[in-house]
């Protein structure tokens, strides 16, 4: 069975700090990984994508890592900041078409001033 | 920018009654998608749609629960009798390459909290 598995659930951190998500997964076949952000009762929006062959991908402040051999992934906030209060959620695409999503569970992050 | 619309935002029932959930997807987008988000967790596949077919509803409660895109548009979402069981954040999302394409992304509308009394 597909899973995507992601720590922590939660943390805190203080603004300007930096932190770092993880994402591991089962999927197959693996088609694409993407980190979405889903702000408090909203739909998530993609933040990046990556395929197979692609090891890091970054969006401002956010940089994503992918290590298809062990099949693991990262999001680092860097330098955060309270709009980075949010929940993020790993999405595994599996299939040759890659329309077959699998979420994750999402981590709840809380920046405090 | 185009967005996915859902309406309403919020929903509050009465377990047994009947609730519906309308989504119009980005235009032109022949996918489309209906979630179920339990507080804390991940979205869930209701059920998708490839214009007005359905491709996928093999998580759909069907005894329960009913979805139709009848002109390949915009789509709705029906549940009769609630539950207690399902509050939860419907989400829709819709996208636009074919299935058989690679790294399609979904574009997901706000979503409709519901809450079942």
């Known amino acids: 069975k597909n899973q995507v598995e992601q720590s922590p659930q939660s943390l805190i951190i203080l603004e300007g700090k930096n932190c770092t998500l993880q994402c591991n997964y089962t999927v197959s076949p693996f088609s694409n990984l993407r980190w979405y952000k889903q702000d408090t009762g909203r739909g998530p929006v993609s933040l990046t994508i990556m395929t197979f062959s692609e090891n890091t991908k970054s969006n401002g402040r956010y940089t994503a890592t992918l290590d298809a051999d062990t099949k693991q992934s990262s999001l680092h906030i860097t330098a955060s900041q309270l709009s980075d209060s949010a929940s993020y959620i790993c999405?595994?695409?599996?299939?040759?078409?890659?329309?077959?999503?699998?979420f994750g569970g999402g981590t709840r992050v809380l920046v405090k001033p | 920018e185009a967005e996915v619309a859902q309406s309403p935002r919020y929903k509050i029932t009465e377990k047994s009654q009947a609730v519906a959930f309308w989504c119009d997807p980005i235009?032109?987008?022949?996918?489309l998608y209906w979630y179920r988000q339990i507080l804390g967790q991940g979205p869930e596949l209701l059920v998708q749609f490839q214009d007005e077919s359905v491709v996928d509803d093999s998580q759909l409660p069907k005894d329960r629960f009913s979805a139709e895109r009848l002109k390949g548009v915009d789509s709705t979402l029906k549940i009769q009798p609630a539950e207690l069981g399902d509050s939860a954040m419907y989400l829709c999302?819709?996208?636009?390459?074919?299935?058989?394409?690679?790294?399609?992304?979904?574009?997901f509308g706000p979503g409709t909290r519901l809450t079942v009394l």
């Open positions: 235009s032109g987008h022949a996918t």
């Open positions: 999405v595994v695409s599996a299939g040759a078409a890659g329309n077959k999503l699998t």
């Open positions: 999302a819709s996208s636009s390459v074919e299935a058989s394409d690679l790294g399609n992304e979904q574009f």
